[in-house]
């Protein structure tokens, strides 16, 4: 019976030592982070034992549990809610109801969730989305769009692009009362990215004659070839993303071929007749002093071409807004960049400052010293403050 005992415990110490993830000093509301940090990783092993057995594909299953999660669109007595199409992609419109004389601002929200989770329905986004409409008193349209691994690159921003360009068609601006003047575009992580892409895209599309006053980019993931940075290499264990977890969403966005996620876990990825693109991603560059200092830069080691050629995504500027070169860069509109300290992504944020101030975009940044990627969507104190910093920044710029 001892022996029992001793192994329960023996076991339950070694349990609880696989599972523990360290949290900074620095954190607000330590344990719920670290409550929240432990399920997910229950979870995330779980959900990974599920896919070893062939059961059920990894994304596939936390897809499945996230839908429990999402809310229908339900109006309140400030916002009008209502799911709709446009160019048969749905999104979901958050109209407010306070009467006005004047045409509003309006906002185009594209949610994150590793290019393979998450929608407009999920209920830290409807409420991102409800808040900023109210307190703005904007149009806010959030868009869904093909996920992986059913749907890989180039469908997520294609379908981002087509609803982007539908909403900003005249006569749907006039339905909305939206002023074609004031007009944003945001997202958060990889939502991030897509806005970042569109706007990119939209800023040298001849064919349409309204564009975006402002950009908001919230810890936005912005490029797939370098993934040793030093925030990567700072943030590799810490909680919400993972470094492993990101490379696994960025891999699936591109392909479900395991053998990508390898090449991009050891860095060897990136073929040398792309070695002229690490330089808009050369952090030893483009990040300030201040991140860079104790880290040396270990250039990527080039791997073979046969990646590059069977999925040549990862190499295309829509996929990563960081390999547009400074004339594809100027003239982009006022951005806004929100990065976390503990955040794999921090870097890719940072990095894209420095290359839009360099040209002369206006940007303005805010960094959270105690934040974590994804918290901007979920109910803790320091996702209140980046929702009260994103939503103030589009008060006084849109």
């Known amino acids: 019976m001892r022996r029992k005992m001793l192994l329960f415990l023996i ?7 696989y599972q523990y993830t360290p949290i900074p000093e620095n954190t607000e509301q330590p344990w719920a982070l670290m409550c929240m940090e432990e399920s997910l990783k229950a979870l995330t092993n779980l959900l990974l034992l599920i896919e070893l057995l062939g059961i059920s594909h990894f994304m596939t299953s936390i897809n499945f549990l996230m839908r429990f999660l999402d809310i229908p669109p339900t109006s309140d007595e400030n916002v009008t809610v209502v799911d709709t199409t446009f160019h048969n992609i749905s999104v979901r419109v958050y109209l ?14 594209i949610h994150g969730g590793g290019f393979s989770l998450g929608n407009s329905a999920y209920y830290g986004y409807d ?18 769009y093909r996920l992986a691994p059913k749907h890989h690159f ?7 692009y087509k609803t982007l360009r539908w909403f900003l068609r005249q006569a749907v601006l006039q339905k909305y009362a939206v002023d074609p003047k004031r007009i944003g575009v945001s997202g958060d992580s990889a939502g991030g990215n897509l806005a970042a892409a569109v706007v990119q895209q939209l ?5 349409v004659k309204i564009k975006v006053k402002v950009q908001a980019l919230i810890y936005p993931g912005l490029q797939a070839l370098d993934f040793d940075s030093p925030s990567y290499r700072e943030n590799a264990n810490c909680p919400i993303l993972s470094r492993w977890l990101l490379l696994r969403f960025c891999s699936e966005y591109f392909t479900t071929d395991r053998s990508l996620e390898k090449a991009m876990l050891t860095n060897k990825h990136i073929p040398v007749h792309a070695a002229h693109l690490l330089q808009f991603v050369n952090w030893s560059s483009l990040l300030p002093e201040r991140f860079r200092k104790g880290h040396i830069y270990k250039k990527p080691t080039f791997g073979s071409s046969a990646l590059a050629n069977k999925y040549p995504g990862f190499l295309d500027v829509r996929a990563s807004p ?21 955040d794999v992504l921090r870097d890719d944020g940072l990095m894209y400052i420095t290359r839009l101030r360099n040209v002369g975009v206006l940007v303005t940044h805010d960094h959270i010293e105690d934040g974590f990627h994804g918290l901007i969507s979920i109910g803790l104190k320091v996702g209140a403050r980046m929702q009260d910093h994103y939503i103030k920044w589009l008060s006084e710029n849109l």
């Not at 307190?135 to 869904?144: C, F, G």
């Not at 860069?329 to 990065?339: A, D, E, Q, S």
Request: with cysteine.
């Open 203 to 207: 800023q040298h599309d001849q064919d």
């Open 11 to 17: 076991m339950g110490v070694f349990g609880t030592w």
């Open 96 to 109: 407010p109801k306070q009467k006005t004389k004047t045409l509003r601002r309006g906002v185009f929200f």
């Open 154 to 160: 180039p469908a997520h921003v294609e379908d981002v």
């Open 322 to 342: 960081l390999l547009a070169n400074d004339t594809q860069l100027r003239g982009l509109p006022k951005t806004y960049v929100l990065t976390c300290e503990h």
């Open 127 to 144: 409420l991102l989305s409800r808040r900023t409409a109210h307190r703005l008193d904007a149009v806010v349209i959030s868009t869904n």
